[in-house]
């Protein structure tokens, strides 16, 4: 959905220029808080189904949101969260979202072996599509975890038949990333499998991660609107936004024993969340990531 620069008309604001004809993928990682990778070691797996869970509300308030702005979004889903919450998996298909595949249980692709992790993939893409009654074509590794050493992973997502992933940052992080990777889109697997990278931001000798989580919490809300507008204006680009249920939900109990850095990133600035939210779907156009970034538009 790229378009020539000459034909772009663009909006002003006192923030800067915001490209007007631009569409950018918005998409959720739908999870509950206690799944996150960096309670792994506080929060037994072997415990969730005793913790009571917050992700459905979360959800609502998600899927009302996005139908205030008439925005598409896509939901890369944990087969652990859909095979609990059917009906929530229902109504993202019914409102015309895209569903797609987190994993079985945010295992993180570095810590499985290809066969494990072929596994995985297959078995929550067809959980998926087995509840949602639609084609599952993308996969987002849980905390991006597909780095220089899982570059496997690709071709077990192309024979498991899923159409691309997102599942790389391509910045350098102590939880992940790959830096030196393409910042945009790029076919993975030949013309089977298309990586489409969180988008980043060039600046000061390094990528600065630009499309959501953490990041989007800790910068000024119009740092974030100038880095996506410059990625859509300059470099002719769409973005992707990521973001999770647990992220608007500032009341979430909070596990003891985390450490500071983690209890940082996950705490900082939820209360402001949702606001923010309201801001960039109003300031750019959004849609599924299967619209934004598959050529192969028949397949859906
Ligand atoms: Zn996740």
Redesign the pocket.
């Known amino acids: 959905m790229q378009t020539s620069g000459k034909e772009n008309a663009a909006i002003t604001s006192a923030e800067g220029m915001v490209a007007a004809d631009m569409v950018n993928a918005m998409t959720v990682?739908v999870?509950d808080y206690f799944?996150?990778?960096a309670f792994e070691h506080h929060v037994d797996r072997g415990n969730w189904d005793s913790i009571p869970r917050r992700v459905e509300p979360a959800m609502d308030r998600i899927l009302d949101l996005f139908q205030s702005r008439d925005v598409k979004a896509t939901f890369?889903t944990?087969g652990w969260v859909a095979k609990r919450h059917p009906e929530l998996v229902q109504r993202i298909v019914a409102q015309g979202h895209e569903l797609a595949s987190?994993?079985w249980e945010?295992a993180r692709v570095s810590s499985q072996t290809p066969q494990q992790f072929r596994e995985d993939v297959s078995r929550t893409r067809k959980t998926l599509e087995d509840i949602g009654g639609q084609a599952v074509k993308g996969y987002?590794?849980?905390?991006y975890s597909i780095g220089p050493e899982q570059t496997w992973a690709w071709e077990e997502l192309a024979e498991a038949g899923y159409q691309y992933s997102s599942s790389i940052v391509p910045i350098k992080h102590d939880h992940y990333g790959m830096p030196g990777a393409p910042r945009f889109a790029f076919q993975a697997v030949e013309g089977r499998l298309l990586e489409i990278p969180v988008t980043t931001l060039p600046l000061a000798g390094r990528n600065i991660n630009c499309g959501g989580g953490g990041w989007f919490r800790l910068f000024p809300y119009a740092f974030s609107r100038w880095a996506l507008s410059r990625v859509n204006t300059r470099e002719q680009q769409s973005g992707i936004f990521y973001f999770?249920p647990w992220e608007i939900d500032p009341d979430q109990p909070r596990p003891s024993g985390l450490g500071v850095k983690t209890r940082f990133r996950h705490y900082l600035n939820l209360d402001r969340m949702y606001n923010r939210l309201e801001r960039i779907l109003d300031d750019f156009r959004w849609g599924r990531m299967d619209d934004v970034f598959l050529l192969n538009k028949e397949s859906k």
């Open positions: 990682d999870e799944q996150v990778s890369f944990l987190h994993g945010h987002r590794a849980a905390s999770h």
